[in-house]
């Protein structure tokens, strides 16, 4: 009996090592860093109040309701902005074109990157190099500059910052995947797909594709929070969102030519853009030890 | 080694090409006419045959490929045109008049963020988990994390409005760098103190180190001339990429501090739709980046051979 039950215990150890799964382990081994997670919970709430915010805005985000800066009241705890809307609904507001741009541009941009590097490590050649001189003239182009120099073009608003900030932050990720896969090209399960006769479309796709998505993650969710400042800096210059339109940057705009008199207009949206970009930060932190435990910093 | 640096310079060479090529491309995208704008957009009464020829003075009526080699072998012969809004001012004028501004500021914040991030990064590799290292990674977390305009603007409120130790706008003392150079270089002190911290770390734990160690060499010594040393060499790289956010950095901090440098030269110009200035900045900033990153790769070449051979 004894012998049978060690076995039954034996048995369900060996089926749950067999659940336990790389990426199980992964959310195991970020799940016990709190830092990591208190920046996930951060950005689930911030996610809700973006997705919630017409509930949660006490007022319209647009609507001028008192005279200029007015201070902070019970029913409106932010006070009021440059030109009397309720600063509270503004800065709740505001979540939405940050996330939105922040998760949309990384995503465009990895998508980029991982083809664009996928092509030049797997092809080599003059793909690789072509591709490499379009990667090393993207990162010598002032960032901000180039930014600012599309919107113009494009002329300012969601979409365009969307657009132009995931058209030239790839390069990035485009470097780092072209590098992976190079050294993945040496190994011997490529060689193998290659010599049974596999399509390269197949193989980029099937096998180099998800052994790459381990540091993509990684890249992905630690580019947000500098994306998010992007996004920021744009429209605090006047070439992101457009006016009348909630953004944290544009309401630090607002503010910044009432610093003396209002000083609370342009202090709220920054707190709100230094919160949210120290959580996708700190998540990104978290993933990447979780997912590369070689890697860890620490 | 010299196949290395000729196989470089060609590369610079090719990126600059692309980027002088794509700018020019832009700018010719942009919305708006510039002699429309300059004009007043109607408000000064003139004929068409008065417009073609300002057009054909600039070149404007020419077909674009000209307008591009023109224009590139201006520049080659250091020659930026002349400003279209700001008439019969050169470009280079402008430039070198807002070039000063940006210099000073930038050099002062990079060498304000290394000075403190080399050795904080260090001694906090060297005490990992000390109470040092959790206030550092703490400070670099939040530096990383803090929009740079916004810092800027706090600064503005707290010690120029409130306290009143430095003035909130413009250059015309030396208090007037204080605060740009501190928002400047706070960021760079964050990235620089985080790699630099896992540099230490990382060469701490390699054998040569553990060698020296066992040979008996003091602490002092082990860690100064054998790791920082060693360490030293990704700081270098990550410095050198750097450069080419510098610039995003300084047209924020210009902008909110009103201060009279290239980035707000920049930004001006761009409003402005004058193009001669605005492609001009850019492709010599972009040269600058290139140029910095040469340098920064060759001084790797030199001192670790490894990647002499590797290409």
């Keep these: 009996m004894a012998v049978a039950q060690l076995d039954q215990k034996q048995l369900s150890l060996v089926k749950e090592t067999e659940r336990r799964s790389e990426w199980l382990q992964a959310w195991r081994r970020f799940r016990s860093n709190k830092l990591a997670v208190a920046g996930l919970i951060f950005i689930v709430l911030i996610c809700l109040m973006a997705i919630f915010a017409p509930l949660l805005a006490p007022f319209d985000p647009t609507e001028i309701i008192a005279k200029r800066g007015a201070p902070a009241t019970s029913e409106h705890p932010l006070g009021f902005d440059d030109i009397g809307r309720d600063l509270l609904s503004r800065v709740i507001y505001g979540a939405r074109p940050a996330l939105i741009v922040g998760l949309v541009s990384t995503f465009v941009s990895v998508v980029i990157g991982v083809l664009v590097g996928a092509a030049a490590g797997y092809f080599g050649g003059w793909v690789d190099a072509v591709l490499s001189r379009l990667i090393d003239t993207l990162m010598a182009f002032p960032l901000l500059a180039l930014l600012l120099l599309l919107a113009s073009v494009l002329g300012p608003s969601l979409w365009t910052t969307v657009i132009v900030i995931g058209a030239t932050t790839w390069a990035r990720f485009a470097r780092v995947v072209r590098a992976d896969v190079l050294s993945l090209k040496q190994t011997d399960f490529i060689t193998a797909s290659r010599a049974v006769g596999v399509r390269n479309g197949r193989i980029i796709w099937r096998h180099i594709v998800p052994n790459i998505l381990g540091p993509v993650i990684v890249l992905a969710s630690l580019g947000v929070g500098g994306i998010i400042i992007l996004e920021a800096a744009l429209s605090f210059l006047g070439l992101g969102l457009q006016r009348p339109t909630p953004s944290w940057g544009l309401i630090l705009a607002d503010g910044r030519a009432w610093l003396r008199q209002h000083p609370h207009i342009a202090t709220y949206p920054g707190i709100m853009i230094f919160l949210t970009v120290l959580a996708f930060n700190l998540f990104g932190d978290g993933v990447r030890d979780a997912l590369d435990p070689r890697q860890r910093a620490d | ?311």
């Design chain 2, 1 to 311: 080694m010299l196949n290395y640096i000729i196989s470089r310079l060609l590369q610079g060479a090719l990126v600059i090409f692309l980027i002088s090529l794509a700018t020019f491309v832009i700018m010719r995208m942009l919305p708006g006419d510039p002699v429309m704008l300059l004009l007043g957009e109607g408000e000064i009464q003139i004929t068409q045959e008065q417009i073609d020829a300002i057009r054909a003075k600039w070149g404007l009526d020419r077909p674009y490929y000209e307008q591009y080699l023109v224009w590139a072998g201006n520049m080659l012969r250091g020659d930026f045109g002349d400003s279209l809004i700001r008439r019969g001012v050169p470009v280079r004028d402008m430039i070198f008049e807002a070039m000063p501004v940006t210099g000073r500021l930038n050099v002062m914040a990079f060498a304000l963020a290394l000075l403190i991030s080399l050795p904080a990064g260090i001694v906090a590799g060297v005490k990992r988990n000390s109470p040092f290292d959790y206030a550092t990674t703490i400070g670099s977390t939040i530096g990383v994390a803090l929009p740079n305009f916004w810092f800027g603007l706090m600064g503005i409120i707290v010690f120029a409005l409130m306290l009143r130790w430095v003035p909130p706008f413009g250059l015309k003392t030396w208090q007037g760098y204080v605060l740009p150079v501190v928002v400047l270089a706070s960021e760079q002190m964050a990235v620089f103190t985080r790699v630099m911290r896992g540099a230490t770390i990382e060469t701490l734990s390699q054998d040569y180190v553990r060698t020296a160690t066992a040979k008996g060499l003091s602490r002092q010594v082990v860690i100064l001339r054998h790791a920082v040393r060693n360490a030293l060499l990704p700081v270098v790289t990550v410095i050198g990429f750097r450069i080419a956010f510098l610039f995003s950095g300084t047209i924020v901090i210009e902008q909110i501090f009103a201060l009279p440098g290239l980035g707000r030269l920049f930004v001006d110009s761009l409003y402005r739709l004058d193009y001669q200035v605005v492609q001009s900045l850019v492709v010599l900033l972009a040269a600058l980046v290139v140029f910095i990153n040469l340098l920064t790769d060759l001084a790797y070449a030199f001192v670790d051979p490894r990647i002499r051979i590797e290409r």
